[in-house]
């Protein structure tokens, strides 16, 4: 009996560390992630050529205002907005063409961002394309956005991520949203950029030299999570992912907790693809000299932080009944830590919003979300999960 209490014990002390782990990186970065970055430039001798594409899967009306806004967008050089359509009604498609976008349809049996892409730059190879620009079919580009990222390729950057964030708040689970928008933003893109690391890419808001994209998406494979595949790829290349932090992309929030859930599932299933995937060749990878790759794979070792703040939660409590592993001090205080970490993520303003407060009284749903996620990603692997949007206007503007 005596050996089992010391195994259960040592059970404990492996958790406990494990998640001392995940607190204290995700501490760091939000500590450095307080300094500020150099603002963002568009002085530049010439005005590449860009196109931004929109791939869009079964969403007829709010493509067709995404691309109303793109075409209006004030850029000096070329610019071309592409709707890679997946799924959309002929009357859409005419609609798109009349208000002067340039439409590529895709036929596919099961259906992924990547392929569709892929399929989409391979058409566009002779165009003489410098820059693409990756959006979500209901993302809308800030003032000059395409003006600050042609400044970045002309500082020769190849990658560069803008900042995205939140195009509407009107529910209680959109700020939330919001909010976690907004912490992975100062955590895994401002933080790591002030320490000279590549910032994370987020799917949207994203811009690619032209043809090292392509190369990137002729390569890409099947998976579910195509912006983490092609982060692990360009780590891979040592090529760094610039972060344009005053540079906006505004995405449209999550409005309930079940569509969360939905796009929780895919999220998770595609850390659990590239755990298994890259965990060991990260450490490969450490020892040659590439520490950016590790980096990456370390991430994926990471919990949900909505799982870990619950999880911590449940052992602080049983602390106080639970004579194995660490003290309860030590539970408390991982607790604690995360909370403060997640404290000092959130941007400023959003403290003067009421609506923080009332936000709060979602966390329970949406860690339940997360736990229902958890045990469904097996469907992210049949299905093509794509997260429904509706049409919604900016709420409000970065300063």
Partial sequence: MEMIYSLIDILFWVLGIYLLLNCCYLAFFALVGLFNLPKSKKEANAYRKIAVLFPTYQENAVIVESVKTALKHQYPGTFKVVVI???????????LKELGATVIEVFFEKSTKGKAMQFAMNQLEQ??????VVLDVDNVMSDECLLYINGAFERGNKVVQAHRVAKNMDSSFAFLDACNEEVNNHL??????VVGLSAALI???????FEYFRHLLNNIGETVGEDKQLDFMIAKDKVEVAYLNDVYVYDEKIENAKVFTKQRTRWIASQVEFLKKYAFEG????FEGNL?????SLQTFLAPRMLLLAFLFIMSIQAFFNPFGPATQFWVGLFLSLCLTLVISIPRRFYTDKRLYISLFQIPRAMLGMVIALFS?????KSFMVTPHHHKPVEEKEA
């Fill in 283 to 286: 450490f490969v990878q450490l």
């Fill in 127 to 132: 165009e003489g394309f410098d820059i693409a």
């Fill in 377 to 381: 990603i097996g469907k992210a692997k």
């Fill in 188 to 193: 895994f893109r401002k933080g790591h950029a």
């Fill in 85 to 95: 359509a997946d799924g959309l009604q002929p009357e859409t498609i005419v609609h």
């Fill in 292 to 296: 950016e790759f590790f980096n990456k």
């Fill in 203 to 209: 799917g949207s808001g994203i811009a690619f030299d």
